[in-house]
């Protein structure tokens, strides 16, 4: 064998060796890592009992009532509770049920207001069935959520918000089930 090929050889065991103890140094720094992180107090994860939202003012309670309207739309609209009491900061969530009652599909656009007007900038809403058009198929009857959290920074007067929906019909999303999906237009109907 010519000292060519023996270094290639040997080149190549060292390269396999190197791998092997990097393989093992990688799974090695594991434990390695939590140690150092408890004893420096960096990335420590806290279960959920030690989780605690600083942002909630446990010293308030603000109610909030909902209103349910709907403007010339075939629906049943209300809220599953009439009010709710929530800390500022707290996320909360309300329900609503629709139902439309005609034997064809209707689609609308819910529009929220608030009582007074000015708490509408305090009121932070995550998830809203306001936020796209709804459509119900013939007799259908669906239950909404709305995920909303009021905003810390509310006035301390303020102890009372009303909620308001108005669902409105969008215009042209009638169809008529007899005659497939015939669109009708909501003002000559």
């Not at 942002?55 to 403007?71: A, G, K, M, P």
Request: aromatic content about 12%; proline content about 3%; glycine content about 6%.
């Amino acid at each position: 064998m010519s000292s060519g090929q023996k270094n290639r050889r040997t080149l190549g065991k060292l390269l396999a060796f190197v791998a092997v103890v990097m393989f093992f140094f990688g799974f090695g720094l594991v434990p390695f890592y939590k140690v150092m992180c408890n004893l420096t107090g960096i990335n420590n994860i806290a279960t959920a009992d030690q989780v605690a939202n600083t942002q909630v003012d446990h010293s308030r309670l603000v109610t909030v009532e909902f209103d349910t309207n709907t403007h010339q739309l075939p629906w049943h609209f209300r809220s599953l509770q009439a009010s709710l009491k929530v800390h500022p900061g707290e996320l909360t969530q309300a329900l609503f049920e629709v139902s439309n009652d005609r034997n064809y599909a209707v689609s609308g656009q819910a529009i929220a207001s608030y009582g007074p007007a000015f708490a509408a900038q305090y009121f932070k809403k995550i998830e809203c069935f306001c936020f796209t058009r709804q459509t119900l198929n013939a007799n259908e009857k669906r239950r909404m959520p709305v995920v909303f959290m009021v905003d810390g920074k509310l006035p301390k007067d303020v102890n009372t918000i009303t909620l308001s929906y108005t669902f409105f019909e969008v215009d042209g999303n009638r169809a008529a089930s007899n005659t497939g999906l015939q669109t009708v237009g909501a003002a000559g109907t």
